[in-house]
């Protein structure tokens, strides 16, 4: 038995990007990480589409095929909305004890320099916003949606 193809991606969509976005609000990512990515959901959305390699079908035709936006966009979605919830928390609460940590002394040889918090500094340095200001800005949940719309839209195409 054979599916239609719309089926397919509304079952990649619930059940496979689902799981694989699981916790992305606090991923912190860089361009290897973007990259495989993308990469892993072209090649789902490639073969539910049965586009062979030679067939030269670019990425944005698939997201316009499929109605499916850029993952990364998603990432940064989610990960800029949880900052507005985060920021939205009583002082008291963990998360928003952590956003606040600054750990003293050096990373030790071979660790990462990237952490979630220097990835949304660079985000915000996009945006030309500073903590301060993002924290004024999530207490009004309209005009913080309007924010993360604009800096991470999600329509599809965008590639």
């Known amino acids: 038995m054979e599916y239609k193809t719309r089926t397919k991606i509304n079952i990649y969509k619930s059940n496979v990007r689902s799981v694989l976005l699981y916790g992305s609000e606090t991923w ?12 892993f ?9 049965q586009i062979r390699w030679e067939q030269r079908v670019t990425n944005a035709e698939i997201a316009q095929r499929t109605g499916i936006n850029n993952i990364n966009d998603e990432v940064k979605r989610r990960r800029w909305k949880w900052l507005g919830h985060v920021f939205r928390m009583q002082k008291k609460r963990h998360p ?3 956003l606040k940590w600054n750990p003293s002394g050096k990373r030790e040889a071979g660790r990462p ?3 979630w918090r220097r990835t949304m500094e660079r985000e915000m340095a996009e945006l030309g916003k500073t903590w301060h200001e993002l924290k004024y800005l999530a207490q009004d949940r309209s005009g913080w949606q309007k924010l993360v719309c604009a800096y991470a839209p999600q329509g599809a195409g965008r590639d």
């Open 28 to 39: 912190k990512t860089n361009t290897k990480c973007e990259s495989r990515l993308r990469g």
């Open 41 to 49: 959901e072209g090649r789902c959305l490639r073969r539910i589409l």
């Open 96 to 98: 928003y004890a952590a």
């Open 113 to 115: 320099r990237e952490t």
